[in-house]
């Protein structure tokens, strides 16, 4: 008799079922609280970097490009065609606020997180979790340290991959606004310049959302077993998922709207989304093992 993998509607359905514990929902909320202070920090200490969408007779003869002062730098990028300019202004006090700011919020939530994922774990498996075991992310060294180095490359390493990879999407959205400067200088040629650009930035956002799915597995096997050795954990956690990769991606891509939807809110809906897609996902990692498990013993 062979293995019958759950229906993804089967896993999600478990997962809201789960995620209403009385544990996971205080420890979700302690977590997702802390992650909102952070916003509201970062306000405080002017640590953000932002940009303006001006109108294109503010910076009037002003090209397109990266133009130093005393206190920092502007990035300029002038879209002349929807006569719009993008406008970055830093200075370095600002990108320096940032830096230390963002780092300690990170050192700080980053074991936090992983403290809400072994909850997680826990209530999946029928254990009696309590909400300040994860503060033993932050008490011991060694977990704070692994958990540290598995969120960088979710959070930070992920997202400078996908950052890099919109590159060459730039350069074309460049080469279009530059060589068409009103609808009468547009061509065939110059309108497949903006449609490559798309294709390429839709692409690379998507291989960072690839990317992200294949070491997520790693997150979830240092939650399920802290005592782990980061290599272990990395070996383990890869080889969790090989062989099932594509579909735990798509599994992901199904609950993609939620992601984009905490974005928006600044991270107020992980109070449902954070639980709901960390078990879902755990679910599937679980069956995944299990039918891998249950192929090896078949007699075939």
């Not at 997680?120 to 075991?133: A, E, K, T």
């Not at 200088?185 to 294709?199: D, K, P, R, Y």
Request: net charge positive.
């Amino acid at each position: 008799m062979t293995y019958q993998f759950p229906h993804r509607r089967e896993l999600k359905f478990q997962a809201k079922r789960m995620m209403v514990h009385p544990v996971s929902m205080r420890a979700t909320l302690f977590v997702v609280c802390l992650m909102m202070a952070v916003f509201g920090i970062k306000y405080l200490l002017n640590a953000n970097l932002t940009y303006a969408l001006v109108d294109l007779n503010q910076y009037k003869d002003t090209a397109t490009g990266v133009y130093f002062n005393d206190n920092g730098f502007s990035v300029i990028f002038r879209m002349d065609l929807t006569q719009m300019v993008l406008a970055i202004p830093l200075t370095y006090a600002q990108i320096a606020s940032f830096l230390i700011v963002s780092s300690l919020c990170f050192l700080f939530l980053a074991p936090l997180r992983m403290g809400a994922m072994e909850i997680y774990w826990s209530i999946l498996r029928g254990d009696q979790p309590v909400v300040f075991q994860i503060f033993r992310w932050l008490s011991q060294i060694r977990r704070l340290a692994k958990a540290v180095v598995v969120e960088f490359i979710l959070q930070v390493g992920v997202r400078l991959v996908g950052i890099l990879c919109t590159v060459p999407s730039l350069y074309l959205y460049y080469l279009f606004y530059t060589s068409a400067t009103s609808m009468a200088q547009v061509t065939s040629q110059i309108a497949m310049l903006q449609s490559l650009a798309s294709l390429l930035a839709i692409a690379a956002g998507v291989f960072a959302f690839w990317l992200h799915c294949l070491f997520l597995p790693v997150r979830y096997c240092l939650a399920a077993h802290p005592e782990y050795t980061l290599g272990e954990t990395f070996r383990r956690g890869l080889r969790s998922m090989k062989g099932y990769r594509s579909r735990f991606f798509w599994f992901r891509i199904t609950m993609a709207p939620w992601f984009f939807l905490s974005q928006l809110s600044y991270n107020a809906l992980d109070l449902f989304a954070m639980p709901y897609t960390s078990m879902a996902s755990m679910l599937y990692v679980q069956e995944a093992a299990r039918e891998r498990q249950a192929l090896a013993q078949s007699p075939e």
